[in-house]
């Protein structure tokens, strides 16, 4: 079988993709039910349509696109990842398994491959937390990590439901329906940029995913009290603001503590309230992300995050309220599918190496219901989530090719 990739028209794919979006290009915008997301999966359903797969999508807009085999009974075997975009994002994030995944299948059709197991393309519904504040959330809700009181529980800044955000955009029924049975995928395997500078650093066209970092969300309240920037003396203030700037640096602290090359603690989200230049902040909203391989040390950080929080609401004589939002446990990839990904890595002469995820992606959740793995290529100097995000034509094919050659190894099973 002569797997032959069209990178031209890959290619030319992602680039019409990063057209959908609410942003001048070269940045990308494409927030989750919004117009350009809306237009953008309707482009991308064409498409599946062209290649002859059957497309369904589910209540919250998961999209399916299924090449049946010859033994549709069975378990399938799944690829895909996601098309939306945080603000002034780069077009390769998520894109390249979702258009990548699409014309590995059409490779496979054009080679004469007849699957035994049928092959999906799954584009997964909001990785990206922008709206709802919380990321993958279609695969939460096909793992069934998330339950149907998301409907009214998940709001965006406006308040708007995630009930009348789905439903306006043509999405109806009940999120309870939207879970896949543990036996519904025999495999998924997701392509990705690997978002780090390691594959570019040594020269490696290409990473085997083994592990895939546990993330936590916090969202932490200070309460203080406001006033004249001139008329409160400095001994006489509860500075929301310092008090969360201490507590910006608690993180950090804890983070390096567990002297772990894994451990990650970020604070990404800050408001001030009233925030004027002449006023002292009376209230502040921190949103914070740490994120581990282990999940007992990602934990442990958390704790330390919390007493931090506490020690610093006494010493400034603030209040201090933190809010676990999501704590999910670290994914572990399918041996199974590690060694078809190096068997097929080795077939087409491809150099490899071993990493860990340590951003984390719809896989995570996927890994829950099924052998989970991930293929990575390089991206430039590392660089994600930024317009300047780029992957070179030669990597996508190669990443593309090798996911092709395992998907046929898997779909043959």
């Known amino acids: 079988m002569q797997i032959e990739i069209d990178g031209g028209r890959l290619v030319s794919e992602i680039e019409e993709l990063s057209g959908y979006s609410d942003a001048e290009p070269p940045a990308v915008t494409r927030v989750v039910f919004g117009p350009s997301d809306k237009m953008a999966r309707g482009w991308l359903a064409s498409l599946c349509h062209e290649a002859k797969l059957a497309v369904r999508e589910d209540a919250v807009g998961n999209l399916f696109a299924r090449w049946a085999g010859m033994r ?68 939460r809700l096909l793992s069934g990590t998330l339950s149907d009181s998301a409907d009214e529980g998940f709001k965006d800044a406006e ?27 025999d495999a998924f395997v997701e392509l990705h940029i690997e978002q780090g500078q390691l594959l570019e650093k040594e020269a490696i066209p290409i990473g085997v995913v083994t592990q895939i970092a546990a993330p936590a969300g916090m969202r932490i309240s200070v309460e203080g009290e406001g006033g004249h920037a001139g008329a409160v003396l400095m001994d006489d203030r509860k500075d929301a603001f310092c008090a969360a700037a201490e507590i910006v640096l608690a993180v950090e602290r804890s983070a390096r503590s567990t002297g772990a090359r894994d451990t990650c603690g970020t604070v990404g989200k800050c408001q001030i309230y009233p925030g004027a230049v002449n006023s002292i902040p009376s209230r502040v909203l921190l949103e914070v992300d740490v994120r581990d391989t282990d999940e007992a040390r990602r934990n ?100 593309t090719h090798l996911l092709a050659s395992a998907l046929a190894k898997l779909a043959s099973a």
């Not at 999405?171 to 036996?183: I, K, N, Q």
């Not at 390089?378 to 300047?388: L, T, V």
């Open 72 to 139: 549709p009974e069975l378990p399938a075997v799944g690829t895909g990842s996601h098309i939306d975009a945080i603000p002034y994002a780069g077009k390769f994030d998520g894109t390249v398994g979702v258009l990548g995944g699409l014309e590995a299948i059409r490779a496979l059709q054009r080679s004469g491959f007849r699957p035994q197991r049928s092959i999906e393309l799954l584009l997964f519904t909001s990785e990206e937390p922008t709206r709802f504040g919380i990321g993958c959330f279609g695969s």
């Open 159 to 185: 308040g708007r439901t995630l009930r009348e955000l789905r439903t306006a955009a043509g999405y109806s029924g009940s999120l309870a329906e939207v879970r896949l049975s543990d036996s519904y995928y």
């Open 300 to 399: 442990d950080v958390l704790r330390e995050i919390e007493n931090a929080c506490e020690q610093i609401a006494g010493k400034r004589g603030v209040a201090v309220k933190v809010e676990l939002v999501n704590a999910d446990p670290p994914a572990q990839c399918s041996g199974k599918i590690i060694s078809t990904v190096i068997e097929s890595a080795d077939e087409l002469g491809l150099s490899y190496k071993k990493m860990v995820s340590r951003a984390y992606h719809d896989s995570l959740f996927m890994a829950r219901i099924a052998p989970t793995g991930m293929i990575f290529i390089p991206c430039r100097k590392g660089i994600s989530h930024r317009p300047d995000e780029y992957a070179s034509p030669e990597s996508i094919g190669k990443g």
